[in-house]
């Protein structure tokens, strides 16, 4: 069973700027798929971060990403992307790409936890 496969993590200070990448080729061509990020820093819960309905590409977004986090994709690489501005230590964590077949009211960043189409993961660790 094919997985996302997420890529782009690493290390940057506070203020500063990365683009996760998530390689989901099996997914960004179904109109009936939702797709998105969620992420998990150590000792907390997940949290769905961005979300982005396939069928027409209306995205959402947790509160606290709001404004500084783009989801996109490009069909032609067959690939998501997260844009991450401004980070914040408190944006330290796992980020997880996941996809589902799910009906557009359920394409939020809350129900990406719940997708079975997930991958390993990519580190973001933010530093102050």
């Known amino acids: 069973q094919a997985h996302p496969v997420e890529s782009g993590g690493g290390s940057v200070q506070a203020g500063g700027s990365l683009r996760l990448s998530c390689a989901a080729s099996e997914w960004l061509d179904d109109s009936n798929f939702c797709i998105g990020w969620f992420r998990q820093a150590p000792g907390k819960g997940r949290e769905g971060v961005a979300s982005?309905?396939?069928?027409?590409?209306?995205?959402n977004y947790a509160d606290f990403v709001q404004g500084r986090f783009t989801i996109s994709r490009d069909n032609t690489k067959s690939t998501l992307y997260l844009q991450m501005n401004n980070l914040k230590p408190e944006d330290s964590a796992m980020y997880y790409c996941?996809?589902?077949?799910?009906?557009?009211?359920?394409?939020?960043?809350?129900?990406?936890?719940?997708?079975?189409?997930r991958g390993q993961g990519t580190q973001l660790t933010v530093s102050s």
């Open positions: 982005l309905y396939i069928a027409d590409g209306s995205t």
């Open positions: 996941a996809a589902a077949r799910r009906a557009k009211k359920f394409c939020v960043p809350r129900q990406l936890m719940a997708f079975e189409f």
